[in-house]
T-cell receptor, first 116, second 113 residues
């Protein structure tokens, strides 16, 4: 079975540009979460979507937005890119919306964004 | 707010040695979940274990074992007879609310042949 797939795997942008990252969850999973991992640090929560609704948002500026489609795939959009947005962006899917004993996050390999 | 501290930034051992990765957490929640993830060079986070706050039983899975102590807010991870394939960055994480995980800074483990 396919795991969580993310695209693109690597991309380079310049300051001020816009980027869209895509995520396909494991088949049957209805929840998608996005995390940002800056080099040398642990992942930080950006968004969670469940059944196409935003269920949680981390401490990120409004330049960051996301959405979930009827097939449960998701997009993360970042506008007006800054150098500090350079990071590995990880998508995770889970069966349900709540982080609970029965609900484990399965992560993709990430999209590595470099902002020059 | 929740906080996870992994004080060991990097650990390097020789193959077959035992190694323990420390994790200390802070939370005001009475019900919470703790996790360990492994991140190999490929980048994806690989789930290793989940523990809920009501279950303090230690767990063993092959060469891996976990020691959960609520009294010291610790959830340590031990690899017995380490192997080169265990080399990776390991993250401890804590649930915050129902929607997200709070991760520690990670411990880079290098197993030398």
């Amino acid at each position: 079975d396919a795991g969580v797939t993310q695209s693109p795997t690597h991309l380079i942008k310049t300051r001020g540009q816009h980027v869209t990252l895509r995520c396909s969850p494991i088949s049957g999973h209805k929840s998608v979460s996005w995390y940002q991992q800056v080099l040398g640090q642990g992942p930080q929560f950006i968004f969670q979507y469940y059944e196409k609704e935003e269920r949680g948002r981390g401490n990120f500026p409004d330049r960051f937005s996301a959405r979930q489609f009827p097939n449960y795939s998701s997009e993360l959009n970042v506008n007006a890119l800054l150098l500090g947005d350079s990071a590995l962006y990880l998508c995770a899917s889970s069966l349900q919306g709540a982080v609970s004993g029965a609900n484990v996050l399965t992560f993709g390999a990430g999209s590595r964004l470099t902002v020059l | 707010a929740q906080k996870v501290t992994q004080a060991q930034t990097e650990i390097s051992v020789v193959e077959k040695e035992d190694v323990t990765l420390d994790c200390v957490y802070e939370t005001r929640d009475t019900t919470y979940y703790l996790f360990w993830y492994k991140q190999p060079p490929s980048g994806e986070l690989v789930f290793l274990i989940r523990r809920n706050s009501f279950d303090e039983q230690n767990e063993i899975s092959g060469r891996y074992s976990w020691n959960f102590q609520k009294s010291t807010s610790s959830f340590n991870f031990t690899i017995t007879a380490s192997q080169v394939v265990d080399s990776a960055v390991y993250f401890c994480a804590l649930s915050e609310g129902a929607q997200k995980l709070v991760f520690g800074q990670g411990t880079r483990l290098t197993i030398n042949p």
